[in-house]
């Protein structure tokens, strides 16, 4: 049989059955059509869809600005995706930190010298990338001047003067990180208070001998791999946040010419 008898007895065979059963027969396609058809469409990566979700985000502001006189669809109604995914991010925190800590500092529990060795580097780096940070910060809101003629209605004097009274001392940061329960700091999302009982529970899971050391341990290591792929899940996401903050805009009113 030829080739093309062979494909118009199998297009009949195929008319027939959906005839008969009214289901559609889904068609086989060759790793070469579907290779050629990724090839027309392109993936698009994360980075692109976050510039995408600002773009539209700064459209929605545009035409759907908060003003008193529209009803019906304002721009920040989609704010509550930035918080959801603000939220998603505060929740894998705790776990994440704490599983890496102790695994890092238990799983090389037989030389405590290289750990020490390790949080030194570590905090090193942390110093040097945060002063950083800061110095960029600092350029950055003197140059650009954010919230420069913005109304804050809200805002009030008191709520000045009780943040000016606020103030820190070294005794007051150094009882600060240490927890008077890690279930209250993992609550509050107290990062330095989980910080110092991970690293306590990591030396001492490094004394323990036997088959405790190697369950605990074997615990941490597959919460921390699922809390890795669980900032892999929250990241699909990272384009609502992109794109909510930007959307909430109040259109300014315009000027008239005496």
Aim: some cysteine; aromatic content about 8%.
């Amino acid at each position: 049989m030829s080739g093309w008898s062979r494909d118009t007895a199998f297009g009949r065979s195929r008319l027939f059955s959906e005839l008969s059963t009214g289901l559609p027969i889904p068609v086989r396609v060759s790793p070469a059509v579907a290779s050629a058809r990724r090839q027309l469409v392109p993936p698009i990566s994360q980075t692109q869809w976050v510039i995408i979700a600002m773009l539209v985000g700064l459209a929605l502001g545009y035409f759907f600005p908060d003003s008193q006189s529209m009803s019906g669809f304002h721009a920040s109604d989609v704010q509550v995706l930035s918080n959801v995914f603000l939220r998603m991010i505060k929740s894998l925190i705790v776990p994440l930190l704490f599983a890496t800590i102790v695994v890092g500092i238990a799983g090389h529990g037989d030389d405590m010298e290289r750990v020490g060795t390790l949080a030194l580097r570590s905090i090193t780096y942390f110093e040097i990338v945060t002063t950083l940070a800061l110095v960029i910060g600092l350029v950055m809101v003197n140059l650009v001047k954010p919230g420069l003629g913005v109304n804050l209605v809200s805002a009030t004097a008191d709520t000045g003067s009780e943040l000016a009274k606020t103030k820190l001392s070294l005794t007051g940061i150094l009882e600060h990180t240490v927890p008077q329960s890690f279930f209250d700091a993992a609550a509050k999302n107290e990062a330095l208070q989980v910080t110092f009982f991970a690293i306590i529970f990591g030396v001492a899971l490094s004394r323990v001998k036997g088959p405790g050391y190697t369950f605990l341990l074997s615990c941490c290591e597959s919460s921390s791999e699922a809390m890795f792929k669980f900032v892999e899940i929250v990241m699909k996401f990272a384009p609502s946040h992109g794109f909510s903050p930007l959307a909430p805009r109040r259109r300014r009113p315009r000027c008239r010419s005496r």
